[in-house]
């Protein structure tokens, strides 16, 4: 009878105090994949820790910040029992380092131009096009925002390195619309320049040659930035031609 007995008791038996179930395999394993299926939604990232242990995770609830900390205290070969782990973890909403970035972008940033450049911003699969920017760091802080606000947990370091802005390649097109109405009055023959481009115009003042040079440039598909086109654009004084 007693043999009968001890057999039940070893059936029963759950997991021992060492961390490892009747199977052999640790409780945090088994925490990891009872928590390895999350739902579908993102509320942000969030931050699980156990002891030296901590993930950040952009998370359902907790679910993946959770299910990530436990694969590694798994991988880590942690022998503590389940109710030990789930009793001291903790999890809380991680700080976004793009939301602390834009803060300190605009703190830093002076850029002011009187020009309005559009600038694209790219950051991975992110992009912004910032439209009549006063300023390169001024575009930048409005894609670091997107990132903010997508809970992009990279860090602020990583960003910085990754992110890059262009201006708008078609600003000698811009330049042309800006120039397409000039003011009906007549200082004589000017001529602008940019490269090997010019253009030569009766001008108000140097209106019409500019809007002309631009416009051929446009034609032409000139990618140029903005700002480059802007100092290297040169434009003669009225002369007038007596008939």
């Given at each position: ?6 057999i039940l008791w070893m059936g029963c038996a759950g997991p021992d105090d060492s961390g490892q179930d009747t199977d052999g395999v640790s409780e945090a394993c088994a925490l990891a994949e009872q928590n390895s299926e999350c ?135 811009e330049l042309a619309e800006q120039y397409a109405n000039c003011l009906e009055c007549d200082d004589g023959l000017v001529t602008c320049t940019f490269e090997e481009f010019s253009a030569s115009e009766n001008s108000c003042g ?38």
């Amino acid at each position: 009878m007693r043999f009968w007995w001890m057999i039940l008791w070893m059936g029963c038996a759950g997991p021992d105090d060492s961390g490892q179930d009747t199977d052999g395999v640790s409780e945090a394993c088994a925490l990891a994949e009872q928590n390895s299926e999350c739902p579908e939604c993102d509320d942000g990232p969030v931050t699980c820790s156990y002891g030296e242990f901590s993930e950040t995770e952009n998370s359902c609830g907790d679910c993946q910040a959770r299910s990530a900390l436990y694969q590694a205290l798994c991988d880590a070969g942690v022998e503590d029992s389940s109710a030990q782990i789930e009793a001291d973890t903790e999890c809380e909403s991680a700080q976004v380092p793009a939301c602390a970035l834009v803060e300190t972008l605009q703190e830093d940033c002076t850029d002011a131009i009187d020009a309005d450049i559009d600038y694209t911003c790219t950051y991975g699969e992110y992009s912004h096009l910032d439209e009549g920017s006063m300023g390169e760091c001024w575009a930048e802080i409005e894609l670091v925002q997107v990132l903010c606000d997508a809970g992009v947990p990279d860090s602020a370091e990583a960003i910085l390195a990754e992110l890059e802005c262009v201006e708008d390649p078609n600003a000698a097109c811009e330049l042309a619309e800006q120039y397409a109405n000039c003011l009906e009055c007549d200082d004589g023959l000017v001529t602008c320049t940019f490269e090997e481009f010019s253009a030569s115009e009766n001008s108000c003042g140097d209106c019409q040659a500019l809007g002309a040079l631009y416009q051929d440039m446009c034609d032409e598909g000139v990618s140029a930035t903005m700002q480059v086109i802007l100092d290297g654009t040169e434009c003669t004084d009225p002369v007038i031609v007596e008939e």
